[in-house]
Nanobody, 121 residues
Framework: QVQLVESGGGLVQPGGSLRLSCAAS????????MGWFRQAPGKQRELVARITRGGNTNYADSVKGRFTISRDNAKNTVYLQMNSLKPEDTAVYYC???????????????WGQGTQVTVSS
């Protein structure tokens, strides 16, 4: 069975940093596009970042220059380094995996349970 487990969320002050991790099991990790999505209360789920099997990355304009997505295929893990955090980054962050080279949430086959990130002074 496929399982994606996020960790690393928490409470941080504006301007601070967090590093999210997503450990994958039950799939051929290196063959999948991996993505991070987020959803705030009352708002639509949105793509934060994604990385293909070849290492090509894509970021939402709102996080470009502040967030970095990376993957370690040997550890079956994808990371999201979040720097210069803002209150508007507050959301539940979800890890997801897709068999396609895509940025469309509908194409992501598997999803984690989510981890809360709260940015507040």
């Amino acid at each position: 069975q496929v399982q994606l487990v996020e960790s690393g969320g928490g409470l941080v002050q504006p301007g601070g940093s967090l590093r999210l991790s997503c450990a994958a099991s039950g799939l051929s990790f290196s063959a999948y596009t991996m993505g991070w999505f987020r959803q705030a209360p009352g708002k639509q789920r949105e793509l934060v970042a994604r990385i293909t099997r070849g290492g090509n990355t894509n970021y939402a304009d709102s996080v470009k220059g502040r967030f970095t997505i990376s993957r370690d295929n040997a550890k079956n893990t994808v990371y999201l380094q979040m720097n210069s955090l803002k209150p508007e980054d507050t959301a539940v962050y979800y890890c997801a995996a897709s068999a396609f080279v895509t940025t469309d949430s509908r194409d992501f086959n598997f999803w984690g349970q989510g981890t809360q990130v709260t940015v507040s002074s």
